[in-house]
């Protein structure tokens, strides 16, 4: 959004169309990383037909997980013994990526697309997510033509959603000194940021700021912190709305509060918030990033969270609009219900119904009491 001032000094907004932002390829990608769901039989065929169909057909360079040539099924899989040779192998945490991918490609449900955002902390190859996992609220491409749809997307025919990532950073300090004990940590997540009591029987009891204001002190079991891509995940299940993801803003969403008036709100994109223990909090507080990455906060550490400037670039299979609301209907069932019934059949209804002498203005007639 932009504010633009004319030369009689009102001002007027312009708001971004969410349909302008298309894929566009300044040179044709060369390089591809394909994730696919582990542990899972159904995915194997797939994966070793797109890989194949990726080398031999569109020369392209493709990453894959080292994992995942350790599988011994896919030695079964017809074509994959010519192909493994090619694949480039990588492992989480030792292999830089940065750089070195062009798109990835997801074969499985939504952890697929989020295991890849945590492999890039910063900037982000466009997505393209194909489902094959249970849910799918974030994977709006089916297999069944996938060369069709690859082509669309090398040559640049899609639409792209961005979604906002949020950056977490863990400050530790000691109580007593306030001086840090430990470097920060810092996270990139695509859904949320959760924060909760842990394995302890007391409620949580931390301290929520906006741009260094104290908003509240939460008392229950924790606080969701999420984008939102997250407000259908994790947030919608404790009570908060659902928001397209292109919706610029971060949503706080309390876990069982123990007080009756705490609701989900939503703020801006732009503000950092923090979170810390209260000093009276009978117990620690546990963090986990989409998921992931467990740590427990104690007294005098604090943990900041703000939008990233590195969203991710997710491919649609039609638009931002009707893949998000296809998704709503199929995986979520949003606003499914009975249709009401047309006047004329409830008209037809009545008549049947006054047509039986079992009625209470029947019996209230002076004959029926008689008789």
């Known amino acids: 959004m932009k504010i633009e001032t004319s030369s009689n000094q009102r001002m007027t907004w312009t708001i971004q169309d969410p349909a302008s932002q298309r894929l566009t390829w300044y040179k044709p990608p060369l390089t591809v990383l394909v994730i696919k769901k582990i542990r899972d039989d159904s995915v194997l065929s797939p994966f070793v037909q797109l890989v194949k169909w990726l080398i031999t057909e569109k020369r392209m360079v493709v990453f894959?997980?080292?994992?995942?040539?350790?599988?011994?099924?896919?030695?079964?899989?017809?074509?994959?013994?010519?192909?493994?040779?090619?694949?480039?192998?990588?492992?989480?945490?030792?292999?830089?990526?940065?750089?070195?991918?062009?798109?990835?490609?997801?074969?499985?449900?939504?952890?697929?697309?989020?295991?890849?955002?945590?492999?890039?902390?910063?900037?982000?190859?466009?997505?393209?997510?194909?489902?094959?996992?249970?849910?799918?609220?974030?994977?709006?491409?089916?297999?069944?033509?996938?060369?069709?749809?690859?082509?669309?997307?090398?040559?640049?025919?899609?639409?792209?959603?961005?979604?906002?990532?949020?950056?977490?950073?863990?400050?530790?300090?000691?109580?007593?000194?306030?001086?840090?004990t430990k470097a920060p940590t810092s996270l990139l997540v695509l859904n949320e940021v959760v924060i909760d009591r842990g394995p302890s029987p007391?409620?949580?009891?931390?301290?929520?700021?906006?741009?260094?204001?104290?908003?509240?002190?939460?008392?229950?079991?924790?606080?969701?912190?999420?984008?939102?891509?997250?407000?259908?995940?994790?947030?919608?299940?404790?009570?908060?709305?659902?928001?397209?993801?292109?919706?610029?803003?971060?949503?706080?969403?309390?876990?069982?509060?123990?007080?009756?008036?705490?609701?989900?709100?939503?703020?801006?994109?732009?503000?950092?918030?923090?979170?810390?223990?209260?000093?009276?909090?009978?117990?620690?507080?546990?963090?986990?990033?989409?998921?992931?990455?467990?740590?427990?906060l104690n007294v005098g550490d604090s943990l900041r969270v703000t939008t990233s400037i590195y969203p991710v670039p997710s491919i649609c299979a039609q638009d931002q609009i009707t893949d998000w609301f296809d998704s709503l209907a199929e995986c979520l069932h949003w606003n499914v219900r009975k249709k009401q019934r047309h006047l004329d059949e409830l008209s037809d209804l009545t008549r049947s119904h006054s047509s039986s002498n079992d009625t209470l203005d029947s019996l209230d007639r002076p004959d029926t009491l008689d008789s």
């Open 202 to 296: 007391y409620l949580s009891n931390i301290d929520l700021y906006l741009d260094g204001k104290h908003i509240t002190s939460v008392q229950g079991d924790g606080l969701i912190v999420s984008t939102p891509t997250g407000s259908t995940a994790y947030a919608v299940a404790a009570g908060a709305s659902m928001i397209h993801p292109s919706v610029p803003a971060i949503m706080v969403t309390p876990i069982c509060p123990h007080s009756l008036s705490f609701r989900p709100i939503v703020v801006p994109a732009g503000v950092e918030l923090k979170v810390t223990l209260h000093p009276d909090a009978r117990n620690t507080a546990w963090v986990s990033f989409d998921g992931r990455h467990h740590q427990e």
């Open 64 to 180: 894959v997980e080292h994992s995942v040539l350790d599988d011994p099924l896919l030695s079964n899989q017809p074509g994959f013994n010519m192909t493994r040779d090619k694949l480039m192998p990588f492992r989480e945490g030792k292999d830089d990526l940065t750089d070195k991918i062009d798109f990835i490609v997801c074969l499985g449900g939504d952890g697929t697309l989020l295991y890849a955002s945590s492999l890039f902390q910063q900037s982000v190859p466009p997505v393209m997510a194909f489902h094959l996992g249970s849910l799918g609220f974030l994977t709006p491409f089916e297999f069944v033509n996938f060369e069709e749809q690859m082509i669309n997307v090398l040559e640049g025919n899609a639409a792209l959603t961005l979604r906002s990532r949020l950056r977490c950073i863990i400050l530790r300090k000691d109580e007593a000194t306030g001086k840090p």
